[in-house]
């Protein structure tokens, strides 16, 4: 669910797995283990959420709603 959701949302933006790594201070190789199903960090996880501006409990499958709540 969480890999899905990371790469449709770098697809969306027409970014590279570099280039979305780099933001959010991952290795390349790092976010493509993302994408491929590795369990992400918290702090890589709050990274990505906040690159992408959705919530992290969405992300993760725990609610059905991606607005950060702020």
Same mark, same amino acid.
């Given at each position: 669910m969480f890999s899905e959701k990371i790469r449709? #949302? @770098?697809k969306d933006r027409h970014l590279t797995q570099a280039? /979305? &790594?780099k933001e959010v201070g991952l290795s390349a190789r790092g976010y493509q283990d993302l994408e491929l199903? &590795?369990?992400p960090r918290y702090d890589? #996880? #709050?990274h990505? &959420? +906040?690159f992408y501006g959705v919530s &992290? +409990?969405?992300l993760m499958g @725990?609610? +059905?709603n991606p607005a /950060?709540? @702020?």
């Open positions: 449709q #949302l @770098r280039e /979305v &790594a199903g &590795a369990k890589a #996880l #709050l990505i &959420a +906040d &992290a +409990d969405w @725990r609610t +059905d /950060v709540n @702020r």
